[in-house]
């Protein structure tokens, strides 16, 4: 690697590259992961793109944090960095202009993670779970922005990117590709930036749709890449139980704009039939289809479809 290609690592700014390794960045400081710290003891200085523990004395740039953090040598470090997404360059300017720019505002600043998204890199985790096991179109993929990074433990992440339907990065997803290595209850499957708001997804698929078109609704991301794989336009509730009074208000506006028809796979399960009954009661045309004997969800169904044709 070049000096220059060196200088751009150096220069990635260090707040988004502790986020980056599971940090949680509040007001420039976090717990430092050096030593047994209660207090947010570590310290990063984003004019000269440092951090600091005042307490255990660690201290240095992105490539120090890296090679501390993952214990790494100097070559893993920088390979780490270049293969991981650039994190976004917040800091530039004062924290409040980071809230303002944020769709949502408050504690959940979007702009921090947008940069990962832009330039998304699936690790062999990742490939092996969507394109493998869940079969997943790559265009899909790509359209999704789904991207993966590994935490400080090696656990692999696959990282999901929620947009509201201008486009605008309103949550994150973090979902957890090696659980049955993880002690019971130790890492969860699933995880939230601070702040994130995880309720619709894929919604800018709604600027694609003509006047007349199928609209396919879900439950979760998995299914709706599935549905988005078998060429229908889809988007997804979260999951049966979290159907919340915004999710529904949002899909009346949808349903009084748009002149389209929508259709379901309810999951094989009572919480699956009861989304279904819930969604009806907003979108009286909901049409509601069969999964075959032995699919618990459509994305199986996708899956067992894929293996016999293929």
């Known amino acids: 690697m070049d000096r220059l290609e060196l200088q751009k690592l150096r220069d990635l700014p260090i707040e988004g590259v502790a986020e980056r390794l599971g940090m949680q960045v509040v007001r420039h400081k976090a717990l430092c992961p050096f ?11 984003r004019r000269r793109n440092t951090f600091r523990c005042f307490a255990c004395g660690a201290h240095g740039g992105t490539i120090d944090l890296v090679m501390k953090q993952m214990n790494m040598d100097f070559k893993e470090a920088i390979k780490w960095l270049s293969l991981s997404p650039d994190p976004s360059p917040v800091g530039r300017g004062d924290w409040r202009d980071e809230r303002e720019a944020s769709p949502t505002g408050g504690g959940w600043e979007g702009a921090r993670y947008e940069r990962f998204f832009e330039r998304p890199w699936l690790s062999p985790e990742a490939r092996r779970f969507l394109y493998d096991e869940r079969r997943i ?38 979902r957890n590709l090696d659980p049955p290595k993880s002690p019971k209850g130790d890492i969860p499957r699933f995880r939230f930036p601070q702040g994130s708001q995880c309720g619709i997804y894929n919604l800018p698929v709604l600027n694609l749709l003509r006047p007349g078109e199928e609209l396919w609704i879900t439950e979760g991301c998995s299914d709706c890449w599935a549905m988005l794989s078998s060429g229908r336009k889809a988007i997804a509730i979260p999951s049966a139980t979290l159907l919340t009074k915004k999710d529904k ?62």
């Open 249 to 310: 208000e949002q899909l009346s506006i949808i349903n009084s704009q748009l002149s389209i028809e929508y259709h379901m796979f309810p999951d094989r399960d009572a919480p699956g039939e009861r989304l279904f009954m819930q969604l009806q009661k907003v979108l009286p045309g909901l049409v509601h289809h069969q999964l075959p004997e032995g699919c618990k969800d459509f994305g199986e169904m996708w899956k067992r479809r894929w293996n016999f044709e293929g």
């Open 137 to 174: 179109d790559p265009r899909v993929v790509r359209w999704c922005r789904l991207t993966s990074w590994k935490d400080k433990r090696q656990v692999p992440w696959l990282q999901i990117p929620y947009y509201d339907r201008e486009g605008r990065l309103v949550g994150i997803q973090n």
């Open 35 to 45: 030593h047994d710290d209660h207090h947010a003891s570590l310290s990063f200085c």
